[in-house]
């Protein structure tokens, strides 16, 4: 570990596959060449929401998956995709996946960066809810993401009822979310918490990811 980095727990955060993405805008104001890439990891995500568990990752292999089938072999932009999550904010788990999602494709919602001359490099509502439509049954998430140069799209649905629940963790959660627990029982909570996110991050359970082919 390199001084001024972040230590996680958790070895495997670093054998996640990376997602890999340009952006013009980060070019275009002098922070990187052009040639050169974004590299976000899965311990970005787990910064940004300040936490790792299934949302967070489900969020970034969601994206992952997204990305891989809207580009095949190109690199990503970021910046030039749009992402319509089902159901309103409030659905589930929107809010925390949408965050994590805004990080690595760039896709802000009203907040968002309104642009550079008359909006070139906007990334203002390029993410949205559909109140009306919510994700197929046993869902927790399903996303429409787009890219702005084509308009091709895939939608994303992600579900992880499959995972399996070691019956320990109803017992040792509030011991380690209280702080009560003793140092043992907070370290293998946190092993058999991780045990499932790693699954959600690097296994290809059935069922889990579907993805249905836009335009």
């Not at 919510?134 to 579900?159: H, L, M, W």
């Not at 702080?179 to 699954?199: A, N, S």
Request: aromatic share 8%; net charge negative.
């Amino acid at each position: 570990m390199s001084e001024g980095q972040t230590k996680f727990n958790r070895a495997f955060f670093d054998e996640v596959e990376p997602i890999k993405l340009k952006d013009p805008l980060a070019v275009a104001l002098g922070a990187m060449d052009k040639e050169e890439v974004f590299v976000y990891k899965y311990g970005d995500a787990v910064k940004t929401a300040g936490h790792s568990c299934p949302a967070v990752s489900g969020a970034y292999r969601l994206t992952q998956i997204a990305l891989k089938r809207l580009y095949g072999d190109e690199t990503p932009v970021r910046g030039e995709i749009t992402v319509t999550f089902r159901g309103a904010i409030e659905y589930k788990v929107n809010g925390p996946i949408s965050q994590v999602v805004t990080l690595i494709t760039g896709a802000a919602a009203e907040n968002g960066f309104h642009g550079l001359g008359g909006g070139k490099f906007n990334r203002h509502n390029l993410l949205t809810f559909d109140e009306g439509s919510q994700p197929p049954a046993g869902a927790i998430c399903s996303a429409i993401f787009t890219r702005t140069d084509n308009d091709k799209s895939v939608e994303v649905s992600y579900t992880n009822s499959m995972l399996p629940v070691n019956p320990k963790m109803g017992e040792l959660m509030p011991l380690s979310v209280s702080g009560t627990g003793t140092k043992e029982q907070i370290e293998e909570f946190g092993k058999l918490w991780h045990e499932r996110i790693k699954m959600v991050l690097m296994d290809d359970l059935e069922g889990m990811f579907v993805v249905k082919e836009g335009s």
